[in-house]
């Protein structure tokens, strides 16, 4: 006879083993066009966009459509547009950008909170410092961020600060079964212990005032690869400037060259008969503008 805890945890297992499964058979591959309002508004809100070549632009979108078909966008107690939730799925693209197949298994909902929040989950009340976080436990599988958050990191372009793009470095950290700041499925062996060495040195720099590097990262090492993750998207020149052993690890990890790429958003300011920003050669009240002059 099975004892009873032996029974309970084989049904344990076998229903993450069937939700695995099922999560896996209900992946959903854009099939329609990316929407011509959508560049724009990817032109207007995401420099790293802006940095890339047409065919790499081409692949940025496919990945933006990819991720908000397979994970929702829920507002809790503000709006969600469209500019949200494109924010929001850059940020999950940015860092996997260069990684043809990778898909976020451990990830299925954005909460959007109208501010920062406690470890309650409250918006209201004392003690509401957090910013964005990685689900646990009953959260597992959710991602909560603070909308204003969400924008500042977009809209500024020098605070080497980016909430999303930190949450989703802890995701992809966590995919290897822990948050500990060595991403396993990124990096190989051989540079693991390079990485854990330069992680500590220059935590040690932080806690010394020695450094340029957010605070935060001196936590721990999963704080750390996050928050230097940010200045890496953000700030890349600065970064390889300040610390190129740094930034060539990170470089390599991303496998992304970002102190090569001009990073900036662009204002679009459109007339009827201007070239439409999709590139098509086409005027934009006959490409992307011709819903508004049909």
């Keep these: 006879m099975i004892p009873i805890a032996a029974l309970v945890l084989i049904v344990i297992v076998a229903f993450f083993l069937i939700r695995k499964a099922h999560n896996k058979d209900r992946w959903i591959d854009p099939s329609e066009p990316f929407p011509s309002q959508w560049r724009i508004l990817l032109t207007s809100h995401v420099p790293f966009y802006n940095g890339l070549s047409e065919e790499e632009k081409s692949r940025f979108e496919f990945k933006v459509q990819e991720f908000l078909l397979n994970c929702r966008i829920t507002g809790i107690e503000t709006n969600v547009d469209t500019v949200d939730k494109l924010l929001v799925a850059s940020s999950a693209v940015i860092p996997i950008f260069e990684f043809k197949d990778w898909r976020y298994s451990n990830i299925y909902e954005v909460l959007l909170y ?52 930190h949450e989703f470095v802890h995701l992809i950290d966590k995919s290897d079964g822990s948050i500990d700041g060595v991403p396993s499925l990124l990096l190989e062996k051989q540079y693991a212990i390079p990485w854990i060495d330069l992680i500590n040195k220059k935590i040690d720099e932080i806690f010394e005032n020695k450094s340029d590097i957010n605070p935060y990262g001196g936590t721990n ?11 890496f998207f953000e700030r890349p020149k600065l970064l390889a400037k300040k610390h190129p052993e740094l930034y060539a690890l990170l470089e390599h990890i991303f496998n992304q060259d970002m102190a090569s790429k001009s990073l900036s958003k662009k204002k679009v300011q459109i007339g009827r008969n201007s070239p439409c920003p999709c590139n098509s050669g086409i005027k934009f009240k006959k490409c992307c503008g011709r819903i508004h002059y049909n």
């Design 114 to 165: 109208p501010s920062a929040f406690n470890e309650k989950f409250e918006t209201k009340g004392s003690d509401r410092r957090i910013l964005g976080m990685v689900g646990n436990g009953y959260m597992e599988g959710k991602m909560i961020l603070s909308k204003p958050s969400l924008k500042h990191g977009f809209q500024n372009e020098s605070d080497k600060k980016n909430t999303a793009i």
């Design 221 to 231: 090492r999963g704080e750390f690869f996050s928050v230097v993750s940010e200045y």
